[in-house]
């Protein structure tokens, strides 16, 4: 099995080129084509080894699901042409994520053991546990940083340092509640619970569109249905189908991305763990085999598609 660590095409007609920390955009005038590559982050790091399959299994739990939602809000995808590449038109995204909590978990739990009771101006009631339900869901927004850590923002001063408008906002959060409520719909049909996750937004020509991945296991959290009031009784953790593994396994190395910390040494047997793990990952929310791949040509055949799909 190989991993795709980065990607380093040259396309006819291509007008630029931006790597993020887990993707890998071209871009053709306003035309996008999204690599999903095998890198993999975790507290805004880029972890040293890529992880095999993680890639085209992210990108292809992501167009099931935008296309899932594309009728309850418009996203940016036109084609998936390969296992690993989403091409779509491209946006001008809003500097803020949407975060939606239906349960008390991960980061918010921590915060919550810390003793607040305000997230991201919301107040949260005395008397939770840790990955109790919340009253009803919750928008939790962040920063989307260039370096470093996104952080935590409220609404009232998304609005008040002008990041988005007060109407735009308003439009966001309609959108993402909805999405949440359908996610959340959708991951019942699978006997799981869609704990929290998080959703990017973008303009296009003057209209707000879905942009990035939604409701896969990076950008969202997953607990299993069945024997999770038991678990919650018993003050057992949770079952969970997200990337909260890969973090739980750094924090108990001594890493989360804090200055002067080293990611802990990722040996085969490691990566070779978190990459069994996704594809478990993707059984579960997809309800289908992951398909074997040709691994000697895994670059020449995402090249290949990209091309077909750009000059067609």
Known sequence: MK???ETNFKFKNQTGFYRGKVRDVYYFGDVMAL??????????????????????ILNQIAAINLSATKDLVPNWVTYHPDQNVTVGFRCDPFPVEMVVRG?????AAREYKAGKRILCGVLLPDGLKENDPLPAPIITPTTKA????????SKAEIIKRKLVTEEHYTKLEEYALKLFKKGSELAAE?????????YEFGLHKGKIYLIDEVHTPDSSRYFYKDGYEQRQQK???QKQLSK?????WLIENGFQGKEGQHVPQMTDAIVEGISARY???YEKVTSRQLEPVDYSNLLERIEQNIVKCIEN
């Open 190 to 198: 699978k006997d799981l619970i869609l704990v929290d996750t998080k």
């Open 103 to 107: 349960y008390l978990a991960g980061h």
């Open 244 to 248: 909260e593994f890969v973090r739980q």
């Open 235 to 237: 003050n057992e953790p």
């Open 279 to 281: 594809k478990e990952l």
């Open 35 to 56: 690599v999903a590559t095998d890198r993999i982050s975790a507290f805004d790091v880029v972890l040293p080894k890529a992880i095999p399959d993680k890639g085209r």
């Open 146 to 153: 260039k370096v470093g850590h996104d952080e935590d923002i």
């Open 3 to 5: 991993a795709i660590k």
